[in-house]
């Protein structure tokens, strides 16, 4: 049977990284520490709760939660931000669809340095967005200069840039912001999904110079809260009015809101795990290097190893050791890497101790 699907869509693959939940999981950049027995318990009640009034919508603007992120950015980035440059939905992949959904859209580009994050080009595919894919230099960098050149050929209504950057792990400069934003009139986002994770200051401190610029965070990775799924971002009260225009009514769901204030009360508790992980991806890049191999210089709490000959049999070979990482080899600009993520301390062994095996083998 042949569906009227969308032409655009014809032939398009959906994201999909293997879930396996009996091999150990370091394939899609997850916090590896569980919430304590407490924060657990708080966040039962806090959801029960909201659960006594689920027969009602629940806050549509979201405020007490808007109000708690404005709240941590704040705290961490030094700089006043307010409730109405805050905007929250379910992961950071809803609030960058609504951007895409606002200022995106048919006879509209984005632009993105890759590689980078595979989802951007998804999320603009989504939205019937033409994508430009504009290059990284051999080692992952982006300079000033190519990254204006590029925004400058394509005037992009949005462009990407990512921050410590997945899956490379590379960080960009402020400097790099500041120029991309200054030489386009389009929208610049700042993915910062592993901010937590990196040294360099925030792109939130540009705000007040760059009217344009939308700087998107996650609760998924530092926070250890990817099944919450919770993403938000900073930028000027306008862009959030626009976000309002292309938002679903109720889009975050009472349990939800709950939830994420309880885990933002325990912003402390849940970063205390970043030093931890930080370890652990520091044993790894050792590991590599020990068996001969090299890693990507990264800011975050993966990273990319190899190179291999052939990467999709290497992904199979820790596969069968119980090992499940990412092959992102079938990437632009990727051909391969694989890229793993920090685990726990047993974790980390057990991929260390199968990729030994298989160099060996
Ligand atoms: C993991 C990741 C996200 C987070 O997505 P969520 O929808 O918040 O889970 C966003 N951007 C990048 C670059 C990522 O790697």
Redesign the pocket.
């Known amino acids: 049977m042949s569906l009227p699907v969308r032409d655009d869509l014809v032939g398009k693959q959906p994201y999909g990284a293997p879930q396996l939940p009996e091999a150990i999981q370091l394939n899609?950049?997850e916090n590896p520490f569980p919430p304590s027995a407490s924060l657990v318990a708080d966040l039962a009640a806090a959801v029960a709760g909201a659960a006594g009034t689920m027969n009602r919508y629940p806050d549509r603007e979201a405020v007490a939660l808007r109000t708690d992120l404005a709240a941590y950015l704040t705290r961490v980035t030094g700089v006043a931000v307010s409730v109405d440059q805050v905007w929250a939905a379910n992961?950071?992949?809803?609030v960058?669809q609504q951007v895409c959904q606002a200022f995106g859209g048919p006879g509209r580009t984005a632009l993105g340095f890759e590689p980078?994050?595979s989802?951007h080009p998804l999320l603009a595919a989504g939205t019937n967005t033409a994508w430009v894919a504009s290059q990284r230099a051999a080692d992952f960098t982006l300079s000033v200069a190519s990254a204006v050149a590029a925004v400058e050929q394509h005037s992009p209504a949005i462009t990407f840039l990512?921050t410590p950057?997945?899956p490379t792990g590379t960080s960009l400069s402020l400097e790099v912001v500041k120029a991309v934003h200054d030489a386009t009139p389009g929208m610049v986002v700042c993915?910062e999904?592993?901010a937590e994770f990196g040294s360099t200051v925030s792109a939130v401190t540009l705000l007040g110079e760059c009217p344009r610029l939308i700087v998107?965070r996650?609760?998924?990775?530092a926070f250890a809260g990817?099944g919450l799924?919770?993403?938000y971002l900073a930028a000027s009260p306008e862009v959030v009015d626009a976000l309002r225009l292309v938002r679903l009514p109720y889009h975050l769901s009472a349990l939800t809101q709950a939830a994420a204030r309880v885990a933002l009360a325990h912003t402390d508790e849940l970063l205390g795990t970043v030093e931890a992980v930080k370890a652990q991806r520091d044993r790894m890049v050792a590991g590599v290097a020990a068996v001969g191999l090299t890693s990507v210089p990264t800011e975050s709490n993966f990273l990319l190893f190899g190179p291999f000959d052939e990467p999709s049999v290497v992904w199979q070979q820790l596969l069968d050791e119980g090992v499940l990482v990412r092959d992102v080899s079938t990437g632009p600009g990727l051909a391969g890497w694989l890229r793993v993520n920090a685990g726990t301390e047993p974790e980390t062994t057990a991929f260390l101790d199968a990729l030994a095996a298989v160099v060996r083998s």
């Open positions: 899609v950049n992961g950071s992949n809803e960058l980078s994050y989802m990512t950057n997945n993915d999904a592993y998107s996650t609760m998924s990775k990817a799924r919770l993403g």
